[in-house]
């Protein structure tokens, strides 16, 4: 691309043959200008002439103005030559205007750049983009413009680069005079993909690098492009956008239940820059979500208006339908959303510190109407120290017993399904279980005072019952009070692992085996 000369830029986009209020002549019947100077302020220059300038003087916000220095208008080469821009300009002043007549090359362009990039950070739907054109009457040309990524015509057909379609924003009348284009950076926004005018990729709105202004005319020899006084201004007659607010919606999922509304608010101190929920009261089980708008975010489900529940944060369950978040603790939390261009996070804070609960002896008889007891284990002193102890618990005859944690039972051999029962190896091996019972408590035949020693270790938890008494009767070995048949078959049950009972080692040498069998039955036949 070369030069062509000091004056130019450009910045564009119009009004359709639908859209017609986008474009509005210029001068009045007396050459005076119908522009609404009354309506607007925050003038952003890209080419304005001197007399124009000081009409906006005190309301200039940004001068971009072609300098030739560090703000060039380029022409790609043999595209454009110069054509007759004088005369009386679309203010009615006597100022030169840009005037491009199109070579016979097949195509023509140019561009409008700054070095290190230009600031359009400032635009929001108020600002309104301006420019003027005129064409003569035997000149249709369509004009392909571009605001940085946003595409439009301006010309009775829409421009047509390779496979991108401008769109078709509006004409102006082919009478030689001028016309002026006023169009919201709105509908700008809705000309570029995904609404994205600066991508981040060619420096965002705060540095955009690449061509701010730009158009192609085609490959029509003699096509002329007269276009003049490029600027950028906030419309007063434009309401201020309204900004949706990020809120906080939660309650019982419960038929009749009310749910309530917070509104997030900027944050402070470690939160600034982020939105703040802070001292949200909950009931147990409340769901929540979050709207901004018409969208809202909560969980994950068909429904397009949920969004992900791990693009925001892991530690927050979700409700049986999968839709909101699910806080089952009752509680006061503080909700932080840190909103970016990568995505929304949010932290809740505030969780109830977790109640330990206690490891309690559960015992009793296993009989009908019989009333359990219960004693929590407390912390151990001297040799029982970093152990859990229930001292002195007197039994009756026969009583059963487990130790609960919370909602987990440890007990003997569960049944099948039964799975809050852990195995009762893992425990202790100095205490039977109650076979007769679906094999599920410990089971301590013999009236007395014990005490309960609990070790709980990351290896597994032990259980050392001690108060056992010494003179009950040999070879009663499940604890009826008698010697029998049933206390062989309880021996070989220990010895196949099918039980657990200290009684079975008969013989006392530490060992359950053949011996304690023949000890029991010497015992039945008075040996």
């Known amino acids: 691309m070369k030069k062509l000369f000091t004056l130019a830029a450009?910045?564009?986009?119009?009004?359709?043959?639908?859209?017609?209020?986008?474009?509005?002549?210029a001068l009045n019947e007396n050459d005076e200008s119908t522009f609404k100077w009354?309506?607007?302020?925050?003038?952003?220059?890209?080419?304005?002439?001197?007399?124009?300038?000081?009409?906006?003087?005190?309301?200039?916000l940004a001068d971009y103005n072609i300098d030739d220095v560090t703000r060039h208008l380029y022409v790609w080469d043999a595209t454009y030559v110069g054509g007759d821009g004088s005369g009386m300009n679309s203010f009615g002043q006597l100022e030169d205007h840009i005037a491009?007549?199109?070579?016979?090359?097949?195509?023509?362009?140019?561009?409008m750049i700054q070095d290190g990039g230009i600031d359009f950070s400032m635009l929001d739907d108020t600002y309104v983009l301006h420019f003027a054109m005129k064409a003569k009457?035997?000149?249709?040309?369509?004009?392909?413009?571009?605001?940085?990524?946003?595409?439009?015509?301006?010309?009775?057909?829409?421009?047509?680069?390779?496979?991108?379609?401008h769109k078709l924003l509006g004409d102006i009348e082919h009478n030689g005079e001028w016309y002026y284009v006023d169009i919201p950076f709105s509908v700008l926004r809705q000309c570029a993909d995904n609404n994205d005018v600066f991508p981040e990729a060619k420096g965002g709105a705060a540095a955009y690098n690449d061509n701010h202004l730009w158009c192609l005319s085609g490959g029509v020899a003699g096509s002329e492009l007269h276009i003049d006084n490029i600027f950028i201004y906030k419309d007063a007659t434009i309401p201020e956008p309204v900004e949706n607010?990020?809120?906080?919606?939660?309650?019982?999922?419960?038929?009749?239940?009310?749910?309530?509304?917070?509104?997030?608010?900027?944050?402070?101190?470690?939160?600034?820059?982020?939105?703040?929920?802070?001292?949200?009261?909950?009931?147990?089980?409340?769901?929540?979500?979050?709207?901004?708008?018409?969208?809202?975010?909560?969980?994950?489900?068909?429904?397009?208006?949920?969004?992900?529940?791990?693009?925001?944060?892991?530690?927050?369950?979700?409700?049986?339908?999968?839709k909101n978040f699910h806080i089952n603790e009752a509680g006061t939390y503080n909700f932080v959303l840190d909103v970016t261009e990568e995505g929304i996070k949010m932290t809740v804070t505030g969780w109830p510190e977790p109640v330990e609960p206690d490891y309690v002896l559960h015992y009793g008889l296993n009989e009908d109407g019989a009333v359990w007891n219960d004693v929590t284990f407390v912390a151990g002193?001297?040799?029982?120290?970093?152990?859990l102890v229930a001292a002195d618990v007197e039994f009756a005859e026969n009583t059963e017993f487990g130790i609960k944690y919370g909602d987990t039972w440890y007990a003997g051999l569960p049944n099948e399904g039964e799975n809050f029962y852990l195995i009762h190896s893992e425990w202790c091996t100095d205490v039977p279980v109650n076979t007769g019972n679906g094999v599920k408590n410990f089971h301590i035949n013999e009236a007395g005072t014990y005490t309960f020693v609990l070790s709980i270790a990351p290896a597994g938890n032990t259980l050392t019952?001690?108060?056992?008494?010494?003179?009950?009767?040999?070879?009663?070995?499940?604890?009826?009070?008698?010697?029998?048949?049933?206390?062989?078959?309880?021996?070989?049950?220990?010895?196949?692992?099918?039980?657990?009972?200290?009684?079975?080692?008969?013989?006392?040498n530490g060992s359950v085996g053949i011996e304690d069998v023949n000890a029991v039955i010497n015992i039945m036949l008075g040996k």
């Open 381 to 387: 002193e001297g040799e029982n120290e970093g152990k």
């Open 38 to 60: 009354e309506n607007a302020s925050n003038f952003i220059l890209i080419s304005v002439g001197e007399a124009e300038r000081e009409a906006m003087e005190g309301k200039i």
């Open 245 to 322: 607010n990020y809120v906080l919606h939660y309650g019982l999922n419960e038929e009749g239940a009310q749910w309530s509304d917070v509104t997030f608010v900027p944050g402070e101190g470690e939160n600034e820059g982020k939105l703040v929920a802070e001292g949200v009261e909950f009931a147990a089980n409340t769901e929540f979500k979050v709207n901004f708008g018409d969208v809202w975010y909560g969980g994950t489900t068909t429904d397009d208006y949920y969004l992900i529940h791990s693009e925001w944060f892991e530690n927050i369950g979700l409700d049986s339908n999968g």
């Open 100 to 111: 491009l007549t199109v070579s016979n090359v097949g195509w023509s362009g140019f561009g």
């Open 465 to 508: 019952v001690t108060g056992f008494s010494s003179d009950g009767i040999a070879g009663d070995v499940n604890g009826n009070g008698s010697v029998g048949i049933e206390d062989v078959n309880e021996v070989i049950n220990v010895m196949l692992g099918k039980a657990v009972n200290a009684l079975a080692d008969v013989s006392g």
């Open 10 to 25: 450009l910045s564009l986009m119009a009004a359709s043959a639908v859209n017609a209020q986008f474009i509005t002549k």
């Open 137 to 165: 009457p035997t000149d249709m040309t369509s004009h392909g413009f571009g605001f940085a990524q946003a595409k439009f015509t301006i010309g009775p057909t829409a421009f047509v680069d390779g496979a991108r379609v």
